[in-house]
């Protein structure tokens, strides 16, 4: 029995229809089909046929079982069964809003009284019987395939634990206090040169300012960013959280020394910066 599981297919429909005719047991069935005994019971009770009128002709017919399971599945879809809701998710998607942006603003404004989570938005999007409306261009990284939840795994990067960003103060983490910024590189594919920008977002405000820097060096790089951040014009910088990319020991050192350091690919704490950044990508390539 393959420890992944698969949808019941209509071959495998047509095959427990023969064995239930010869009358194997379930066990057996559920071993000649490589399920569990569970997934065959379940497959009878669900989708054997039944007629009040002519209760002669009930039984598992491995098509109508098919049909049967097909016709539940769409129904079961939310999406399916609200098609302004649908079309409503469509659009703002196609106006760059990100499905957790909708599913919020679904709730908060009122636009529709049925609960859609991000998770049901994703799932219309990368199906395959809706995958042919290309929403996955809209999505902030539009990527053709989904990737698995929990697929980047963390790594042990060459910072102090007490400068990571899981361990500041609360009123940090909570956007309480104004002057609180956080860092990240944008670095572009090859074909578009060495170019690359620095982005830095205020915490509260969400202010963002980009430093286009000439080249991949980390000197450079940091110089600027610590330079516009130790005399920001005009706003009052108090703490910094920089999201590091790879770079020389010196550069390491000059991060440490000026605020808190995250550990690479922990993107659930540093969920306040990615948005303004990705919408700010859009407009620079």
Same mark, same amino acid.
């Given at each position: 029995?393959?420890?992944?599981?698969?949808?019941?297919?209509?071959? +495998?429909?047509?095959?427990?229809?023969?064995?239930?005719?010869?009358?194997?047991?379930?066990?057996?069935? !559920?071993?000649?089909?490589?399920?569990?005994? %569970?997934?065959?019971?379940?497959?009878?009770?669900?989708?054997?046929?039944?007629?009040?009128?002519?209760?002669?002709?009930?039984?598992?017919? %491995?098509?109508?079982?098919?049909?049967?399971?097909?016709?539940?599945?769409?129904?079961?879809?939310?999406?399916?069964?609200?098609?302004?809701?649908?079309?409503?998710?469509?659009?703002?998607?196609? !106006?760059?809003?990100?499905?957790?942006?909708?599913?919020?603003?679904?709730?908060?404004?009122?636009?529709?009284?049925?609960?859609?989570?991000?998770?049901?938005?994703?799932?219309?999007?990368?199906?395959?019987?809706?995958?042919?409306?290309?929403?996955?261009?809209?999505?902030?990284?539009?990527?053709?395939?989904?990737?698995?939840?929990?697929?980047?795994?963390?790594?042990?990067?060459?910072?102090?634990?007490?400068?990571?960003?899981?361990?500041?103060?609360?009123?940090?983490?909570?956007?309480?206090?104004?002057?609180?910024?956080?860092? +990240?590189?944008?670095?572009?594919?090859?074909?578009?040169?060495?170019?690359?920008?620095?982005?830095?977002?205020?915490?509260?405000?969400?202010?963002?300012?980009?430093?286009?820097?000439?080249?991949?060096?980390?000197?450079?790089?940091?110089?600027?960013?610590?330079?516009?951040?130790?005399?920001?014009?005009?706003?009052?910088?108090?703490?910094?959280?920089?999201?590091?990319?790879?770079?020389?020991?010196?550069?390491?050192?000059?991060?440490?020394?000026?605020?808190?350091?995250?550990?690479?690919? %922990?993107?659930?704490?540093?969920?306040?910066?990615?948005?303004?950044?990705?919408?700010?990508?859009?407009?620079?390539?």
């Amino acid at each position: 029995m393959s420890r992944c599981y698969t949808q019941i297919t209509l071959a +495998d429909r047509r095959r427990l229809q023969q064995l239930m005719t010869a009358k194997v047991s379930i066990n057996e069935m !559920a071993r000649l089909l490589g399920r569990h005994r %569970s997934t065959i019971y379940r497959e009878i009770n669900r989708n054997t046929f039944h007629d009040r009128e002519l209760p002669d002709y009930d039984g598992y017919y %491995s098509t109508l079982a098919n049909d049967l399971a097909r016709e539940r599945r769409c129904r079961l879809r939310k999406l399916r069964r609200h098609p302004d809701l649908r079309e409503e998710i469509i659009s703002q998607l196609k !106006a760059r809003w990100s499905p957790e942006q909708i599913a919020g603003r679904l709730v908060s404004d009122g636009i529709s009284l049925v609960r859609v989570c991000k998770e049901t938005i994703y799932r219309f999007i990368y199906n395959k019987e809706d995958y042919g409306l290309g929403l996955y261009e809209y999505l902030p990284e539009a990527r053709r395939k989904r990737r698995p939840l929990r697929s980047r795994k963390p790594r042990d990067g060459a910072f102090p634990s007490t400068h990571r960003i899981s361990k500041r103060p609360d009123i940090v983490g909570q956007r309480l206090q104004f002057g609180h910024w956080e860092g +990240d590189l944008l670095i572009f594919e090859r074909p578009f040169g060495e170019a690359n920008i620095t982005s830095l977002v205020e915490r509260k405000s969400r202010y963002l300012v980009l430093i286009k820097n000439p080249s991949r060096h980390s000197g450079p790089i940091m110089g600027r960013a610590t330079g516009l951040l130790r005399a920001p014009p005009r706003l009052a910088g108090v703490a910094i959280g920089v999201l590091p990319a790879q770079g020389h020991r010196r550069s390491r050192e000059r991060l440490v020394d000026c605020g808190d350091v995250d550990h690479r690919y %922990s993107a659930g704490e540093r969920r306040g910066l990615g948005t303004p950044v990705r919408r700010a990508a859009r407009h620079l390539v």
